[in-house]
């Protein structure tokens, strides 16, 4: 499989240190606030990617954290906790609001076929190990402490910026917000590893360390959560674009001064989604959820389809125009499949060629915009239906579109439909109608056609043949 590296800034053949288990990492959600669909498009990629890996041959063990403490307003360790900021707003403990959120996080990528990753650790959970990575960083003079907080020290490092092909744009999310300086710090891109200072002493969780009760920075949980789980060799580590700097960079920073060696193989940035006013937001408490889309009476699906359509490394462009061609793609899509008949013989070399597009193309930087068009190359595949029926079970095990069950589902209800609104005597009638017609006698078709309309029945002529309804 070829991925684009974004430390590298090139595709490379993804080679996983074990070839026997990939580790990957993914950068979880901060529960303050519901996952809008901007989160969950991330979400949505790295999970095609894990299921992606896993088609290919490789499995996966995969970890993210739950980010329940340490995230600023500002990604540049300014302003309010996030956690408290929620708490605030609900007038519940942050313990609550975390639980509150991380459920429904959870319940939102059930909704959108998201696997719960392998192991989800929420950042609460793993102080002492943030402690001895800062004690260690300490030691190694990696960090320092000023006004009460542990800093570390990005002069320090041979290299600091690793992902700077990136949008000036997209580098600048992460600090924009942040207008306060830090005078504290040595050098401008120096992070908070842990802090205590007295001016987040409304600060609902703190800890006893070393350096006196506090609280750890966001950037060193991902990096003790991955190497608690995963250990000293990461291959690939996974989030959205705004968390390549600082956060991403930040972490690297911190990993590799602690371990003294290269700490992630592979990085794998999901692009944004973007309004056409711009980034879709949290903190500015305006955003769309699954709910929401529910509401309004899409299927989930459709908005993970309208996610496959394009490639993770585009920006996205949400209206809900654009929703609309997915979700009526989607119909479509699933209307077709629910007419391919359960029966016959799956031809296997067929198959393995109508699988050779769907593997290239994920093979090609996990490109599932050709993933999806390689499903409409089955339904068009001159070969029997229990072999295309085989092709789209295969496929959907990396797409996750519910695509037979949908299906499976869609001919139950119209089998259902059909038999309630079965009436022998009307269809003796259009039978009757139909014959008529057959033998020219148009004065009699007519008239039996006037009868029905007047108890209510439209006919509809089709070039399958005559179809009536109740108007
Ligand atoms: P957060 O819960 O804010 O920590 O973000 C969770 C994930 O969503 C992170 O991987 C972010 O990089 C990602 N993310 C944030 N905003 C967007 C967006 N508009 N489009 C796609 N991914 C996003
Ligand atoms: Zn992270």
């Given at each position: 499989m070829y991925l684009y590296n974004s430390a590298s800034h090139q595709k490379e053949l993804f080679t996983p240190k074990d070839p026997g288990?990939?580790?990957?990492?993914?950068?979880?959600?901060?529960?303050?606030?519901?996952?809008?669909?901007?989160?969950?498009?991330?979400?949505?990629?790295?999970?095609?990617?894990?299921?992606?890996?896993?088609?290919?041959?490789?499995?996966?063990?995969?970890?993210?954290?739950?980010?329940?403490?340490?995230?600023?307003?500002?990604?540049?360790?300014?302003?309010?906790?996030?956690?408290?900021?929620?708490?605030?707003?609900?007038?519940k403990t942050v313990m609550e609001i975390?639980?509150?959120?991380?459920?429904?996080?959870?319940?939102?990528?059930?909704?959108?076929?998201?696997?719960?990753?392998?192991?989800?650790?929420?950042?609460?959970?793993?102080?002492?190990?943030?402690?001895?990575?800062?004690?260690?960083?300490?030691?190694?003079?990696?960090?320092?402490?000023?006004?009460?907080?542990?800093?570390?020290?990005?002069s320090t490092l041979e290299k600091y910026y690793v992902f700077n092909d990136h949008d000036e744009e997209d580098l600048a999310v992460g600090v924009r917000e942040g207008v306060e300086e830090d005078t504290n710090k040595k050098n401008k891109n120096d992070f908070v590893l842990w802090f205590t200072k007295s001016k987040f002493e409304d600060q609902a969780l703190k800890w006893d360390s070393p350096w006196g009760v506090g609280y750890p920075g966001w950037h060193i949980e991902c990096s003790c959560i991955s190497m608690k789980h995963l250990g000293e060799d990461l291959d690939i580590h996974a989030g959205g674009i705004d968390n390549a700097f600082p956060h991403h960079t930040n972490e690297i920073a911190q990993s590799?001064?602690?371990?003294?060696?290269?700490?992630?193989?592979?990085?794998?940035?999901?692009?944004?989604?973007?309004?056409?006013?711009?980034?879709?937001?949290?903190?500015?408490?305006?955003?769309?959820?699954?709910?929401?889309?529910?509401?309004?009476?899409?299927?989930?699906?459709?908005?993970?389809?309208?996610?496959?359509?394009?490639?993770?490394?585009?920006?996205?462009?949400?209206?809900w125009e654009n929703l609309d061609n997915a979700a009526v793609a989607y119909e479509k899509l699933i209307a077709r499949i629910a007419a391919l008949k359960e029966d016959g013989q799956v031809e296997q070399q067929t198959l393995e060629q109508l699988k050779k597009r769907f593997v290239g193309a994920l093979n090609g930087d996990l490109n599932t915009s050709v993933a999806v068009t390689a499903l409409y190359d089955v339904l068009k595949a001159k070969c029997s239906d229990a072999t295309k029926l085989a092709a789209l079970e295969d496929f959907d095990?990396?797409?996750?579109?519910?695509?037979?069950?949908a299906a499976r589902a869609l001919r139950e209800k119209q089998a259902r439909e059909a038999a309630e609104s079965a009436d022998p005597e009307i269809d003796a009638l259009v039978a009757a109608r139909a014959q008529a017609k057959k033998e020219k006698n148009?004065?009699?078709?007519?008239?039996?056609?006037?009868?029905?309309?007047?108890?209510?029945?439209?006919?509809?002529?089709?070039?399958?043949?005559?179809?009536?309804?109740?108007?």
């Amino acid at each position: 499989m070829y991925l684009y590296n974004s430390a590298s800034h090139q595709k490379e053949l993804f080679t996983p240190k074990d070839p026997g288990l990939v580790k990957m990492y993914t950068c979880g959600p901060t529960v303050y606030h519901y996952a809008h669909i901007g989160n969950l498009r991330t979400y949505i990629m790295e999970d095609v990617l894990e299921k992606a890996l896993e088609y290919l041959g490789y499995p996966v063990k995969r970890v993210m954290n739950i980010t329940d403490v340490g995230h600023l307003a500002s990604d540049a360790d300014t302003g309010e906790d996030k956690m408290l900021k929620g708490a605030k707003r609900e007038h519940k403990t942050v313990m609550e609001i975390a639980q509150f959120y991380t459920d429904a996080f959870f319940r939102d990528c059930d909704k959108l076929n998201i696997k719960r990753p392998e192991i989800v650790e929420p950042a609460t959970n793993c102080i002492a190990e943030y402690i001895h990575m800062v004690q260690v960083l300490l030691e190694k003079g990696s960090a320092y402490l000023a006004g009460g907080n542990v800093y570390f020290d990005t002069s320090t490092l041979e290299k600091y910026y690793v992902f700077n092909d990136h949008d000036e744009e997209d580098l600048a999310v992460g600090v924009r917000e942040g207008v306060e300086e830090d005078t504290n710090k040595k050098n401008k891109n120096d992070f908070v590893l842990w802090f205590t200072k007295s001016k987040f002493e409304d600060q609902a969780l703190k800890w006893d360390s070393p350096w006196g009760v506090g609280y750890p920075g966001w950037h060193i949980e991902c990096s003790c959560i991955s190497m608690k789980h995963l250990g000293e060799d990461l291959d690939i580590h996974a989030g959205g674009i705004d968390n390549a700097f600082p956060h991403h960079t930040n972490e690297i920073a911190q990993s590799e001064s602690y371990l003294g060696h290269k700490w992630c193989r592979y990085w794998f940035h999901v692009h944004h989604l973007n309004t056409d006013t711009g980034k879709m937001s949290k903190s500015k408490g305006e955003f769309l959820t699954v709910s929401l889309l529910e509401q309004k009476g899409y299927d989930p699906m459709a908005y993970r389809l309208f996610c496959l359509q394009s490639h993770y490394r585009r920006n996205l462009v949400f209206s809900w125009e654009n929703l609309d061609n997915a979700a009526v793609a989607y119909e479509k899509l699933i209307a077709r499949i629910a007419a391919l008949k359960e029966d016959g013989q799956v031809e296997q070399q067929t198959l393995e060629q109508l699988k050779k597009r769907f593997v290239g193309a994920l093979n090609g930087d996990l490109n599932t915009s050709v993933a999806v068009t390689a499903l409409y190359d089955v339904l068009k595949a001159k070969c029997s239906d229990a072999t295309k029926l085989a092709a789209l079970e295969d496929f959907d095990r990396v797409l996750s579109l519910n695509l037979l069950s949908a299906a499976r589902a869609l001919r139950e209800k119209q089998a259902r439909e059909a038999a309630e609104s079965a009436d022998p005597e009307i269809d003796a009638l259009v039978a009757a109608r139909a014959q008529a017609k057959k033998e020219k006698n148009f004065a009699e078709a007519d008239r039996i056609r006037d009868a029905l309309k007047a108890r209510g029945i439209e006919i509809i002529d089709t070039p399958q043949g005559t179809k009536w309804r109740k108007v």
